[in-house]
């Protein structure tokens, strides 16, 4: 018999995925030092692109020319706190090197419920990041080629559903293709400032007039330092400077990527990183100071891109390098944003896995990627820049509240963990990490005042209110695990009912309740009852007639139903009958005729949905949708029709499509053994002998004769499938001689006596065996 047809839709996703992924390729890739700072650094990096020019844009209109002279004292506070929040993140690399960041240190330390504060802040920082950097990234773009300015927000938005659609495929960021750009950015950056400031030391570099520039940003004309430039504004530039520190926690988030020693080499990392950030942010901070650039209120041409000019000037060799070092810093930006689709996906799947968001987002689509993260995450973004216009500058207010909470929570909780461990030298740890917290918690109110009449408001809003939700869909989650452990406890033992009654749902005459009352048969209830709630009276008529007409056996009962509310009326009938006799229960048949979905949404309601889950409601009562496939009948009786012809034509191709794939599940499933190991099909009975492939199937066997636990739980006999190239085979272990631990996926090396017993195929007993391959995607392999 021929494998079903895959579904159209499965097709199209096919297409416009590539093929899915075995599970088997799951595999995490170790990145050395020097590839992990590319791969992981370009969102911190790459903030040294927009961070200067957003503290000018708050001082110039209030402190005129003195805004550059106050840029340099704004940027050296910038990188104290920059010291000081490395300096923690160096203890977390070192104390958790699990991939989580600030998340998995409060969880560790202050439990589930207040790391979802850290949750908050990391998914919120993600998708701010993707807005910010791709803004960004955009600013270079247009700063070269100003024409494309007025399509900067659909370039934008263009270049993050590009995103999603790569990560949909199964984009992966390891490797030196996405360490290049992280390089390239550095190394034009480091040229820019050695050269700019070489020339000011010795000639002495250009000087833009911010008072005489044409669509610069307003600049106050008086004594900026007596005139405007007071605390509150001070205070605002210093916020927006914040942002150039987004992206240092990015390490921490990925430890496990890190080859052995995992902690020690991340740790190396994030210094060099933290280096690099503060050379380039001190560097662009001062020859902003030294040239005056100054922001535009389009957004572009940006402060980068002046200084650059002013530094490389307009020659033929100037040129080439401005160009390049737009080209650098539209990469980078570009792969800073792409970096949140990676991350957020990841930490979704952790706080998923506590029970704080939909199970959804643990899953794994086509492409071996949490899809279902990468979507929400895209469309969000997506949002956000829409609703600012993608302006980087208004942008920024979302943007620094979530990160250094996120510092916050990981300085407090590393705090936590110190006095709680008291390892060497925690004294001297402690004070660094409560510091970085105290600080990072500071930055956060100076951010939520200062800002919040330009958009910080919203965080302010929506941060508790995230938390809250989270709080809320657990809450759902521990009651719904309440419920089922008390169901496990009072229904331990089955149900006998006295009667069981069986029901069909009628609605008219056809295919589909025909197979239901077959199906209905075959349950043997005490009694089968075809039950109509009359709607129209004259259409009950017709279904009685048509009832008639074909002889069916099966009683058909008609009730009315005058106020139109099927769910309702089949919802109180069953509680009629389950009430009527003690200990009887109540099995529901609803047909379904399946048709393509677009066609079977035309021809046909979803009321079988709404009565199932009326009934489902009920005590000692169970709904069952019976599902019908009519097209596959018409093909079968009506093989000429032209719609029957395409649709065998779409057929075909989607089993052409999905060829390759069964083979290589075939292949996953059944994989060669090793030349030394014995291939399922060449066992002979009373033979030793030793195998090797992967486990297909995991059951516990039933039995009478179960023995019980101390908490009175069975203990019942595990039976495994085992397969490879050659076939499959059968393990039985009996109770307490092991396979507890075997699970579907797993490749195991099985060595024992082949048994055979009649016709039953070889298998074998308790064999010995071990675990050569863990399951992909389980807990072993990630920490591979």
């Known amino acids: 018999m021929s494998p079903a047809p895959e579904s159209i839709g499965y097709a199209l996703k096919r297409l416009f995925l590539g093929r899915p992924l075995i599970t088997d390729k799951l595999k995490s890739e170790r990145l050395s030092n020097p590839v992990a700072l590319g791969v992981l650094s370009p969102d911190a990096i790459s903030s040294t692109a927009y961070g200067t020019e957003e503290v000018l844009v708050e001082l110039l209109p209030y402190a005129g020319l003195a805004a550059f002279a106050l840029l340099l004292p704004i940027t050296g506070v910038i990188l104290v706190i920059l010291v000081l929040v490395a300096a923690s993140y160096r203890q977390v690399v070192m104390a958790y090197t699990r991939a989580g ?29 993707v807005a910010v950097q791709a803004a960004a990234g955009t600013v270079a773009v247009v700063s070269a080629i100003p024409s494309l300015g007025p399509y900067s927000l659909e370039i934008t938005v263009g270049v993050v559903l590009l995103m999603c659609y790569a990560n949909l495929r199964g984009l992966r960021e390891a490797g030196r293709p996405f360490a290049m750009p992280t390089y390239f950015f550095v190394i034009m950056l480091v040229l820019m400032i050695v050269v700019g400031v070489i020339r000011e030391i010795f000639w002495g570099l250009p000087q833009y007039d911010a008072t005489h520039l044409v669509g610069a940003v307003d600049v106050h004309q008086g004594n900026g330092l007596v005139m405007g430039a007071t605390i509150l504004v001070v205070l605002r530039a210093f916020a927006n400077g914040g942002s150039s520190l987004t992206g240092v926690e990015a390490i921490s988030n990925t430890v496990s990527s890190f080859r052995k020693p995992e902690g020690l080499n991340a740790r190396k990392v994030l210094t060099v990183m933290a280096v690099i950030l503060a050379f380039l942010l001190a560097g662009v901070a001062y020859l902003a100071f030294a040239t005056h650039a100054t922001p535009y209120q389009s957004g572009y041409p940006s ?36 970096t949140s689709f990676n991350g957020f996906p990841a930490l979704t799947n952790f706080v998923a896995e506590d029970r704080f968001l939909p199970r959804q987002l643990t899953k794994r689509g086509h492409r071996l990627v949490f899809s279902n993260g990468i979507i929400v995450l895209a469309v969000l973004s997506v949002a956000l820049l829409v609703a600012t216009g993608g302006s980087v500058n208004a942008l920024v207010p979302f943007y620094a509240i979530g990160v250094f909470t996120g510092f916050s929570m990981a300085g407090y909780g590393m705090t936590k963990h110190h006095l709680t461990q008291r390892e060497s030298g925690w004294r001297y740890k402690l004070a660094i990490n409560l510091s970085a917290g105290i600080l990072s918690t500071i930055v956060v109110a100076i951010f939520a005042v200062a800002k919040f009449t330009e958009g910080a408001w919203l965080v302010v809003v929506v941060f508790p209110l995230l938390v809250f939700v989270l709080m809320r869909l657990n809450r759902e989650y521990r009651a719904e695990a309440a419920i089922l452990e008390e169901f496990r406890s009072e229904h331990a033992e089955p149900v006998n009912y006295a009667r069981h009654r069986v029901i069909v749902l009628v609605n008219s005459v056809d295919l589909a309740v025909l197979e239901a009352l077959r199906y209905g048969r075959g349950l043997r209830g005490d009694s089968l009852t075809a039950v109509h709630f009359m709607i129209d009276a004259e259409a009950s008529a017709r279904l009685r007639k048509r009832w008639d007409h074909f002889q069916i056996e099966t009683p058909l009962k008609i009730i009315d139903c005058p106020d139109r509310r099927v769910a309702r009326a089949a919802q109180r009938y069953v509680a009629d009958l389950t009430a009527e006799y003690s200990n009887t229960g109540v099995t529901v048949l609803l047909p379904r005729r399946s048709y393509a979905p677009l066609l079977g949404r035309v021809l046909h309601d979803r009321t079988a949905d709404k009565v199932s889950r009326a009934i489902s409601r009920l005590p000692h009562a169970a709904a069952t949708i019976v599902p019908y496939d009519v097209q596959s009948q018409i093909r079968q009786t009506y093989p000429d029709m032209w719609e029957e012809k395409f649709a065998r034509r779409i057929e075909r191709f989607q089993n052409r499509l999905t060829r390759e794939e069964d083979e290589a599940v075939q292949q996953a499933e059944h994989p060669t053994p090793p030349p030394n190991i014995v291939a399922v099909s060449g066992l002979i009975a009373g033979h030793r002998s030793t195998i090797e492939g992967k486990v297909i199937e995991v059951t516990q066997e039933e039995s009478r004769s179960e023995r019980k636990r101390e908490d009175g739980s069975s203990v019942r006999a595990i039976l495994v499938e085992v397969g490879d190239s050659s076939g499959t085979m059968r393990i039985r272990f009996t109770p307490g001689r092991g396979g507890d631990d075997v699970q579907a996926g797993q490749v195991l090396r099985v060595s024992g006596k082949a048994r055979q017993s009649g016709n039953r195929p070889v298998h074998m007993l308790d064999p010995d065996y071990s675990i050569i391959e863990p399951a992909p995607g389980s807990p072993a392999d990630k920490g591979r």
């Open 101 to 129: 960041g600030s998340y998995i240190v409060a969880r560790e330390n202050f439990g589930p419920r207040v790391a979802q504060i850290a949750a908050a802040a990391l998914l919120i920082d993600y998708i701010v990041t």
């Open 303 to 338: 402060v980068l891109s002046e200084i650059a000019r002013a530094v490389f000037g307009h020659g033929a060799i100037g040129q080439i390098l401005y160009v390049m070092l737009q080209v650098a810093t539209a990469a980078i930006l570009y792969t800073g944003a792409n």
